[in-house]
């Protein structure tokens, strides 16, 4: 491994903490890969033989709606990991990354995983780690029945709260509402189409309201009542113009 490599492995969340030797032998587990702008890190329902620490470039952690659309879940970059909650339960993979740009990562097996582990200096790095991912998703699940109930309120102002995926975020907080674009474009067209039957129900308040006042007056019109008055008023009008 070269020096710039140990550095990269210096600025990761796993390892950052770590002394020169433990970097040196987290270096000596690892696999360096390289995938391209486009390329699947792995796929969902994969089995889940190792885990990656990000180096360079940025991914996508992605999964598919009922239709089968394309649902951005989490968004990682260099010195964030990917996969290792995976080979603690030992299932598949539930969700696929992709790379967004060209990217370079430490590929660690189960087994090196496992030996990391067992070094007192390094599994404190890794627990960190996982720690991390865990109030990460805390944050995001709060998140998400804040917006919740407020949709269902009828309350959309967290909407004007929202950034483009593109921006960098900062807190866990923010990223978690940067990686919820799925849910809030969902519930814009939930606001598009409540907002367009409010317009047509007014509209057709309004046109009730107009049938409704031109009905009463025909009926009025129709009575003997009002043909008296008409024939008053026309007695009236004469009865001045002739004076």
Known sequence: MTVNILQKIRETDFFKDLSDE???????????????????????????????????GTLKIVTTDAKGDEIIINKVGPGESIGELALVDELPRSAGVVALEPVEALEFTKQDLFDLLARQDVSLGILRGFSHRLRFSTTYIEKVIDWSQKTAEGNYSFLDQTQPLVTPAGSDEAKAAQLLSAFYSMVRKVKEREDDLKEKLERLTVEIDQERRKREFEEIAGTEFYAKLKEQAKALRQKRNSG
Do not use: Q, Y
């Not at 040196?24 to 620490?53: I, L, Q, W, Y």
């Open 22 to 56: 433990a970097c040196a032998a987290v270096a000596a587990e690892a696999s360096t890969r390289h995938f391209a702008a486009g390329d699947a890190m792995m796929k969902k329902g994969d089995p889940a033989d190792s885990f990656f620490v990000i180096l360079e």
